[in-house]
């Protein structure tokens, strides 16, 4: 699974490198992602708090990254909604906010930020 993992080079000069892991940019989109209302969790049923305690290994069943050109990135989330919330305006809000933060967070560039409804959650919480 090591051989999988990708880094992203985003500063080398003459004192040294910085490099972020994939696993680091996903967990910065899902955290994200989680933090909008109406957002009940990721596919694979990781709320915001399961995904601190979980950490990387359980976050990508609900996040995926593709690296463009010059390390920019398209973002693709599969999350569970709340029910009764209206889809497009949480979808564009979890766009804005997962964008902004991979950006202010890494200086990456995001191309895209993709979502697909997994499910509806009835359940109140």
Same mark, same amino acid.
């Given at each position: 699974? &090591?051989?999988?993992?990708?880094?992203? !080079?985003?500063?080398?000069?003459? $004192?040294?490198?910085?490099?972020?892991?994939?696993? !680091? !940019?996903?967990?910065?989109?899902? @955290? *994200? &992602?989680?933090? /909008?209302?109406?957002?009940?969790? @990721?596919?694979?049923?990781?709320?915001?708090? *399961?995904?601190?305690? &979980?950490?990387?290994? $359980? @976050?990508?069943?609900? /996040?995926?990254?593709?690296?463009?050109?010059?390390?920019?990135?398209?973002?693709?989330?599969?999350?569970?909604? *709340?029910?009764?919330?209206?889809?497009?305006?949480?979808?564009?809000?979890?766009?804005?906010? /997962?964008? *902004?933060?991979?950006?202010?967070?890494?200086?990456?560039?995001? =191309?895209? =930020?993709?979502?697909?409804?997994?499910? =509806?959650?009835?359940?109140?919480?």
């Amino acid at each position: 699974m &090591a051989d999988d993992r990708k880094n992203f !080079v985003i500063k080398d000069d003459v $004192r040294g490198g910085i490099n972020i892991a994939d696993e !680091v !940019v996903a967990i910065i989109a899902g @955290l *994200a &992602a989680t933090e /909008v209302e109406g957002v009940t969790s @990721l596919a694979g049923n990781l709320t915001n708090e *399961a995904i601190s305690k &979980a950490g990387m290994n $359980r @976050l990508s069943k609900g /996040v995926r990254l593709s690296v463009q050109e010059d390390n920019r990135i398209t973002v693709r989330l599969s999350l569970n909604i *709340a029910f009764g919330y209206e889809i497009p305006k949480i979808c564009t809000q979890v766009q804005e906010k /997962v964008k *902004a933060a991979i950006e202010n967070m890494t200086s990456i560039e995001v =191309v895209s =930020v993709d979502i697909k409804i997994a499910s =509806v959650n009835m359940s109140e919480e």
